[in-house]
């Protein structure tokens, strides 16, 4: 699959790029994209939850009213879950909420993302992209150029750019992200991916 090479004016260089077809032209397997979004969101749970259940609760343990002759129901703790203030039936409990995933399974998924984007044109290769310093006014004039300032952007760099990650990250729907590092929640969640040309590379030799 070839398409054009832009400027970091949204501009046509006139060049082309092959994008390999071992990785944008796959049939998408949607079932690996999402046991690897569910695993990368998994992993972003903390699970410190917790909930005092009745053996927790710091309260009498007297019998609050005599057995029989109320004309209620019996109850023997002010602990039991049916008073206010009392335990919590099966409350939560901190937990590992992460699990395993295969790694051809993710490098599947990540293919399989990639194609998704290809297919429904959202790929767009740059020449390797840099700004001179710092500027957020700077990084929203790029995405204009490609009309994407309204839209999620995910810009992949074959290295860390000090100037384009400051550039950006004030920018609630773009994000910066190095090749070797991006996942597949990343690539799901963008509108529109922009490839420095160095970056496309580095992506096809870690998952081919």
Not at 37 to 64: C, D, F, M
Not at 99 to 117: G, T
Not at 122 to 147: C, I, M, Q
Not at 163 to 188: E, W
Request: glycine fraction near 8%; proline fraction near 3%.
């Amino acid at each position: 699959m070839e398409v054009a090479v832009y400027n970091s004016k949204g501009e046509d260089t006139g060049k082309k790029v092959t994008l390999s077809d071992e990785i944008f032209g796959i049939e998408p397997n949607e079932h690996a994209i999402y046991l690897d979004v569910k695993q990368y969101l998994a992993n972003q749970r903390q699970g410190t939850h917790k909930a005092k259940e009745r053996a927790e609760n710091a309260h009498s343990t007297r019998k609050i009213k005599k057995q029989k002759g109320t004309g209620g129901a019996r109850a023997g703790s002010i602990k039991s879950p049916v008073f206010v203030g009392g335990g919590t039936i099966f409350g939560p409990r901190p937990r590992d909420y992460s699990f395993k995933l295969n790694k051809k399974v993710k490098q599947l998924a990540r293919k399989s993302a990639l194609a998704v984007k290809a297919k429904e044109n959202n790929v767009a290769v740059l020449d390797n992209f840099t700004l001179d310093g710092p500027r957020t006014k700077s990084y929203l004039d790029f995405l204009n150029g490609f009309k994407a300032a309204d839209t999620k952007t995910l810009l992949i760099l074959p290295e860390v750019d000090k100037n384009v990650v400051l550039s950006s990250r004030n920018l609630k729907k773009a994000k910066v992200m190095t090749a070797d590092l991006v996942s597949t929640y990343d690539l799901m969640n963008a509108d529109r991916l922009l490839i420095a040309e160095g970056a496309l590379s580095k992506l096809e030799s870690l998952l081919q």
